[in-house]
């Protein structure tokens, strides 16, 4: 690849044809800067894709987006799929606890309540649980915002008490980031809570600002149009979350963007014009690299280039594997745990860390899938389980995980899910591609990002930098690339 009209810095590479790397060839496409995105494999979107189960086209991935920030909603509009956003059913989640299932209370961050004497709440908690968390209120707001860096658990335990984090905080944390809340710092996955105890006076407060900002929205367009009303904090697009990269594939090749699939990148390095990445024997030369893959790899690709990027080499998220289930199961009609269930690590006998039930979440999808048709979504994997859980053995082979899937779904439904009901499943895994914000991560990414600015003409992006969730790769990733070109 070599620079359009003689200057390299109107050219580019991407290393990584995920939802990161997808949108920083979007963002250098529209500056003008001829560009070309190498994926190892022959997949676009990462962890935004799609499968097909019992012949429905489902989310491989991620189903729905946080509706804290106007990124998401607007990248869709931009890509013509504003009319396609949707909010999910009523009804809410449920988390299953030790002592069974509860409804999981709707107005928190995290698990964490902006209520403590919220009916659902107190039905969790217990009146001892919540007498405790209400405590909240009287603390000090220096209480848990002084240190540089702190872990979700020592903030919410110190502030709300061991019921919270362990009964609502905890299946949560495991469910949607698959950590541990003893290891996971609370500034990457809630950004801004911690600023919002100091402005407000406590954690509850804190909680119920960022609320409050997601029913009203903070600017024009901050939610979607209906999600103010129903007050949800995930939408999701008609058709499936992957119709966004569908829809992103479309522009980048009318924008002239060459896509090479199963190009796996082997090196980079330096050269008196900008970056030469070598893939699979083929040099691409340009004046600008946007390295989009995951933390480990992309320091293991840079480090002969940036020796200082080694030092910062970030753990490994976790390995996850999802299981689908599409079942004949007509009992399901009646939606016997809402939208899904979160479960608490320390619950006896059950393996997964959350179960979706993706046609009771989704109307377009119930209709697609027809009367007593279901598809649920168990998810496996919890990384370093430390808190109040046993290590225990994942199951691993597609058996294994199907007959553990079957078991649990029977469990957290309360609605046995045998294999007769089963009409089509599969397996999907995400070996290490889940960002792991572990404590002090935040200041990690500072400094990677710094080490990479000094060069100006190399850009690191990715979920494992601006935190996890498509809101925050959406959000960052384009401002990113913007600094590049600045």
């Known amino acids: 690849m070599e620079a359009a009209g003689g200057t390299a810095a109107r050219t580019a590479v991407v290393v990584g044809g995920g939802i990161s790397g997808l949108l920083a060839a979007r963002e250098l496409a529209r500056a003008g800067v001829r560009t070309t995105v190498l994926e190892a494999s022959g997949e676009w979107g990462g962890c935004v894709g799609s499968h097909v189960v019992a012949g429905l086209t489902l989310d491989s991935g991620a189903e729905s987006f946080a509706t804290r920030s106007a990124a998401v909603a607007d990248l869709a509009g931009e890509l013509g799929l504003a009319g396609a956003i949707v909010a999910p059913n009523p009804g809410g989640a449920w988390v299953q606890l030790p002592d069974g299932p509860r409804e999981l209370p709707r107005t928190g961050v995290l698990g964490i309540p902006a209520n403590p004497w919220d009916p659902e709440v107190r039905r969790s908690l217990g009146l001892p649980g919540s007498l405790r968390a209400s405590l909240d209120k009287l603390l000090p707001a220096s209480l848990g915002t002084r240190a540089e860096a702190t872990s979700v658990s020592t903030l919410v335990r110190a502030r709300m008490g061991r019921r919270v984090l362990e009964r609502l905080v905890a299946p949560v944390v495991g469910g949607v980031h698959s950590a541990d809340p003893d290891v996971l710092d609370i500034d990457m996955v809630a950004p801004g809570l911690r600023a919002g105890i100091r402005q407000h006076g406590s954690l509850a407060a804190a909680v119920a ?15 979607p149009a209906g999600l103010q009303k129903a007050g949800s904090a995930v939408a999701g697009l008609h058709g499936g979350m992957y119709t966004l990269i569908s829809a992103l594939l479309a522009e980048l090749r009318g924008q002239g963007v060459t896509l090479l699939g199963g190009t796996r990148a082997d090196s980079v390095e330096r050269t008196a014009d900008g970056w030469r990445v070598s893939a699979g024997g083929t040099a691409y030369d340009a004046g600008l690299l946007v390295v989009a893959v995951e933390g480990p790899a992309a320091v293991a690709l840079l480090a002969g280039a940036l020796p200082e990027l080694a030092a910062r080499r970030p753990e490994a998220g976790p390995d996850v594997s999802l299981v689908t289930l599409v079942v004949d199961l007509p009992r399901l009609d009646a939606r016997p745990r809402g939208t899904g269930v979160l479960v608490a690590p320390q619950s006896p006998g059950i393996q997964a860390k959350a179960l979706t039930h993706a046609t009771a979440k989704w109307r377009w999808l119930a209709d697609q899938a027809g009367p007593g048709t279901h598809v649920l979504r168990l998810s496996y994997g919890r990384g370093d389980a430390r808190h109040g859980a046993k290590p225990r053995l994942e199951p691993r082979t597609d058996d294994e995980l199907l007959a553990a899937a079957l078991k649990d779904a029977s469990a957290l439904l309360s609605v046995p ?11 999907v895994r995400w070996g290490g591609a889940l960002p792991f914000a572990s404590l002090g991560h935040r200041h990690r990414v500072a400094d990677v990002r710094r080490i990479c600015a000094a060069d100006g003409t190399l850009m690191v992006v990715g979920g494992w930098l601006s ?9 960052d990733t384009p401002q990113q690339i913007r600094h590049l070109l600045s």
């Open 209 to 223: 600002a960022q609320r409050g900002a997601q029913r009203q929205g903070t600017r024009p367009g901050e939610q």
């Open 467 to 475: 935190g996890n969730g498509l809101a925050a790769i959406v959000a």
């Open 417 to 427: 899910v045998t294999a007769a009901d089963v009409v089509g499943w599969d397996v």
